[in-house]
C-alpha cells in the first residue's frame, strides 16, 4: 500500500487542530483509525509527518535507466543474458548478474525465443555433457 502524501498527512493534522473527532476524520479523509491515530502521535512527539523511506534494495537499473537499457537489448537481439549484463557494465554501469538481467528484459516485457544449438541442447554445458554421454 503507497503511503499517504505529505499534503494529506497535514489536512488531516489540521482537522485535529480543529478538535474533530479521529474517526469523523478517518471518514472524511478516507483513511484508517489508526493512521489518524499515527499521525496524531507525531506532531504530538514533534516528529516529522514525512513518510518513512521506502524499505528494500534499490534497483540496479533504475527507472530512469530503462530506456537506455531497452536500446542495448533492441542493438543485439542475439545476445545472452549473460552479454547483456557484461555490455551494461561495460557501459559504465552497475554490474547486473545474470538473473537480474532477465529481470530486466521481463520489467521492459522484452521476449526472446531460446536458440537450440546443433546437439538439440539449449546451452553449450549442456551440449558438452550430452556430447559425453553419447560417447563423442
Do not use: H, Y
Request: net charge positive.
Amino acid at each position: 500500500m503507497k503511503a499517504l502524501s505529505l499534503d494529506l498527512r497535514q489536512r488531516i493534522i489540521d482537522a485535529l487542530d480543529k478538535d474533530a473527532t479521529q474517526g469523523s476524520i478517518a471518514k472524511r479523509f478516507a483513511v484508517s483509525d489508526s493512521s489518524v491515530e499515527r499521525l496524531a502521535t507525531k506532531k504530538r512527539l514533534g516528529l516529522s509527518l514525512e513518510p518513512k523511506p521506502t524499505p528494500g534494495r534499490k534497483r540496479r537499473v533504475p527507472e530512469d535507466k530503462l530506456a537506455a537499457f531497452e536500446e542495448l537489448v533492441r542493438s543485439r537481439k542475439d545476445w545472452t543474458a549473460e552479454a547483456l549484463a557484461d555490455a551494461w557494465q561495460a557501459q559504465g554501469e552497475a554490474s547486473l548478474s545474470i538473473s537480474t538481467a532477465t529481470r530486466v528484459l521481463k520489467q521492459i516485457r522484452f521476449s526472446f525465443k531460446k536458440m537450440q544449438n546443433r546437439s538439440g541442447a539449449r546451452c553449450p554445458k549442456t551440449s558438452r555433457v550430452l556430447e559425453a554421454n553419447r560417447g563423442t
